[in-house]
């Protein structure tokens, strides 16, 4: 699993009174005498304070086990930056690009979401998670089905593959192993798979839809004749 960790109150500016980067950042992490203690899972995200302050908070995603060992261990230690020590904390999950918990894309918060239905993260159909068991195809049951269909044991989570509407992994939009998650500060990459993927699906649409209609106007001339 993953751990969300951060540094507070690093300088922004270098002495050279460059902006710190996040190639800095990995430096300085290399340099540590923490550095065999921990593995990064993406590239250290740097956000100034305020637009007039002069520190920024540096947030970064470690490989941990399921216990959080390595978040124990760095937790409340330090790295040295310049002539300042400055420490780790826990950092919040959702820091970084919200994703939405009613269409669960990315890229505007859940208020902000103008979808009207809810979806489902799980299947990405249109019903709430806590409803996927008893409206999600997969789960509701079919006794007409051959051989019929036992619908999921209420309380019971479901046993079927999920489908990731963001990535179409085999894990719910919410799953912190979506690729996705590690790019939540990357504006570009996310932007970049999201967008064509949406156009694509509506391109799609269009196109089948005016095959449809080909296919309907062909006939109906064909009936002419
Ligand atoms: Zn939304
Ligand atoms: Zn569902
Ligand atoms: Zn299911
Ligand atoms: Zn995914």
């Known amino acids: 699993s993953w751990s969300y960790l951060k540094i507070v109150d690093v300088p922004f500016f270098k002495a050279d009174s460059d902006q710190i980067t996040s190639a800095d950042v ?6 540590s005498h923490l550095a065999p203690s921990f593995t990064l899972t993406n ?15 540096m947030w970064f995603d470690v490989l941990d086990s399921q216990l959080g060992a390595t978040t124990k261990c760095l937790i409340n230690t330090s790295f040295q930056f310049g002539p300042s020590l400055c420490f780790i904390w826990a950092a919040c999950s959702y820091s970084g690009i919200p994703l939405c918990q009613h269409c669960w894309r990315w890229g505007h918060s859940t208020r902000a979401c103008h979808s009207q239905a809810p979806r489902c993260p799980r299947c990405a159909s249109p019903h709430t998670e806590a409803g996927h068991r008893q409206h999600a195809s997969c789960c509701r049951g079919n006794p007409s089905a051959k051989p019929p269909q036992d619908p999921t044991p209420e309380g019971a989570p479901c046993p079927h593959a999920a489908r990731c509407v963001n990535c179409k992994g085999d894990h719910s939009a919410s799953d912190r192993r979506c690729p996705f998650w590690r790019h939540r500060f990357d504006r570009a990459w996310l932007a970049e798979k999201s967008a064509p993927s949406s156009l694509h699906e509506g391109l799609q649409e269009i196109s089948q839809k005016t095959a449809q209609e080909e296919c309907k106007g062909r006939r109906m001339l064909n009936h002419r004749h």
């Not at 995200?45 to 908070?57: E, L």
């Open 43 to 57: 590239s250290p995200q740097v956000m100034c304070n305020s637009c007039r302050a002069d520190t920024a908070t």
């Open 26 to 31: 990995r430096v300085v992490m290399g340099k």
